[in-house]
């Protein structure tokens, strides 16, 4: 069966930092893009990160750049988000998620067609 | 940036409606559109990629058109599994790759 499954969220306070994983199971990270997901409490999703097979590309949304690091590790067949200076705004379920394609006769589409379950992350004192 | 927008914001309907939802980008981004389905406490589920294929699984129900940026997700006949709430998320090469704020579809 093929499973993202996130960890590393928690309790912190404002102006801390946290690690998340994200282990695959089932699937090989190492050919796909990836990609990091938020939804605050109540809220709809909001696209965080991505980052390419080989670690070379990473893009972020404008308002988290230099706070949030996207990395990779595909010897552990692990995916991270290392956040820092965090804020209440940053109170979230953060998803992992795989980046897949589809190559047609002109064209190629991205879309995201597995999800982890997400991990808590609240930032509060 | 890309922006992205969604109409209604909720609805409510009955099992057995037809239920059309509208997605539009502010600016055109050809047909990397997708549609994903998320219930409460759930991670969110594909439904639709590059604005009208069909992920592998999805009820034939489920369909998708436009290009440009305007797009349509439609559900021929509501059934009690279908409420939930849908995004859309605009996937061309410019990032950010906004996700729009959501539908939220309720029983009548």
């Known amino acids: 069966e093929v499973q993202l499954v996130e960890s590393g969220g928690g309790l912190v306070q404002p102006g801390g930092s946290l690690r998340l994983s994200c282990a695959a199971y089932?699937?090989?990270?190492?050919?796909?893009?990836m990609s990091w997901v938020r939804q605050a409490p109540g809220r709809g999703l909001e696209w965080v990160a991505n980052i390419n097979q080989d670690g070379s590309e990473k893009y972020y949304v404008d308002s988290l750049k230099g706070r949030f690091t996207i990395s990779r590790d595909n010897a552990r067949n692990s995916l991270f988000l290392q956040m820092n200076t965090l804020r209440a705004e940053d109170t979230a379920v953060y998803y992992c998620?795989?980046?897949?394609?589809?190559?047609?006769?002109?064209?190629?589409?991205?879309?995201?067609?597995?999800w982890g379950k997400g991990t808590t992350v609240t930032v509060s004192s | 940036d890309i922006q992205m927008t969604q109409s209604p914001s909720s609805l409510s309907a009955s099992v057995g409606d037809r239920v059309t939802i509208t997605c539009r980008a502010s600016q055109s981004i050809s047909s990397y559109l997708n549609w994903y389905q998320q219930k409460p406490g759930k991670a969110p589920k594909l439904l639709i990629f590059a604005a009208s294929i069909l992920q592998s699984g999805v009820p034939s129900r489920f369909s998708g058109s436009g290009s440009g940026t305007d797009f349509t997700l439609t559900i021929s006949s509501l059934q009690p599994e279908d409420f939930a709430t849908y995004y859309c998320q605009q996937s061309s090469s410019t990032p950010p790759f906004t996700f729009g704020p959501g539908t939220k579809v309720g029983i009548k």
């Open positions: 998620a795989r980046r897949a394609i589809t190559v047609t006769t002109y064209d190629y589409y991205y879309y995201i067609d597995v």
């Open positions: 089932g699937l090989t990270l190492s050919s796909y893009w």
